[in-house]
């Protein structure tokens, strides 16, 4: 699926987890000055951004899908290389890049085997292919409070577990077939402290990604119901944490 939703309400929906995963992903897959980076399926930028700040503006490609997710990125970094395209067409030569990443982009692929493939194609002989999915199969994600809320109201409702990358062992099982060699796989995590209930709850309503259309799709009485069972799982007022956990791997073109 793509994202034609505001970048705005993709940032405070995901954003709040994406950015904080950005630095440590890249830490994990160890991006050094002086290298050429590829982001794909950037979204507003929250890995870009990292990766520019460490290798500079000119070292730095991204490309997406979402035609508003393009718009916003073109407009915080003016002189960014980006397209509008998806990860399985690639607009991008053989062999340009020393670092191919994608974050939280896996689940969303049509192809993902084919989308990883077009990654190595880019990326130079010995280059370095990357990628990280939120753990949904394991209710480790940012996502898992409100899911796990939605089947204890309805068992039967389709959630984002089955979705590729999601399950422990699927994201390396998707690079080797991919054609990857030497794939490592690991786990990273983050930790966003929310404010209040109000501030976890508010972005499930705007409509992003598979959780928010979910949510769209429920008449008010079924809204309500769930946002009270997602609140019985939290602290009765204050702030909270919440921990969410990305399976990721890397291997080399």
């Known amino acids: 699926m793509t994202f034609e939703v505001a970048a705005e309400a993709y ?18 897959v160890g991006v050094r000055r002086g290298e050429r980076a590829l ?15 460490r290798l500079g503006v000119g070292q730095v490609a991204a490309a997406d899908p979402s035609e508003p997710f393009v718009e916003a990125i073109r407009a915080r970094f003016p002189d960014l290389v980006v397209h509008r ?4 067409q690639l607009p ?14 896996v689940h969303f692929m049509q192809d993902p085997v084919t989308g990883i493939a077009e990654m190595a194609r880019v990326t130079k002989p010995g280059g370095q ?19 796990s809320a939605a089947r204890r109201l309805n068992p039967s409702i389709t959630d984002e577990s089955h979705l590729a990358g999601a399950r422990e062992g699927h994201l390396e099982e998707l690079a ?78």
């Not at 940032?11 to 994990?28: C, I, K, N, Q």
């Not at 292919?129 to 899911?147: E, H, I």
Request: aromatic share 10%.
């Open 39 to 53: 982001d794909v399926g950037c979204g507003p930028g929250a890995l870009t951004s990292v990766l520019i700040d």
């Open 11 to 28: 940032g405070r929906f995901m954003g709040r987890y994406s950015e904080p995963l950005g630095t440590v992903f890249a830490d994990w």
């Open 85 to 88: 395209a998806p990860a399985e």
């Open 129 to 147: 292919v990357s990628a990280c999915t939120w753990d949904l199969a394991g209710d480790r994600s940012p996502l898992n409070p409100l899911w």
């Open 176 to 253: 080797n077939e991919a054609g990857l060699t030497e794939v490592e796989a690991g786990e990273i995590a983050v930790t966003v402290t929310h404010p209040s209930f109000e501030e976890w709850w508010e972005p499930f309503t705007l409509g992003v990604g598979p959780a928010g259309d979910y949510v769209k799709t429920l008449d008010p009485q079924a809204r309500s119901a769930l946002r009270e069972e997602c609140r019985s799982g939290f602290p009765a007022e204050g702030a909270f944490d919440v921990t969410a956990v990305a399976w990721t791997v890397r291997g080399r073109a």
């Open 92 to 105: 991008f030569g053989d062999d340009e890049f020393d670092q191919t990443l994608a974050q939280l982009v």
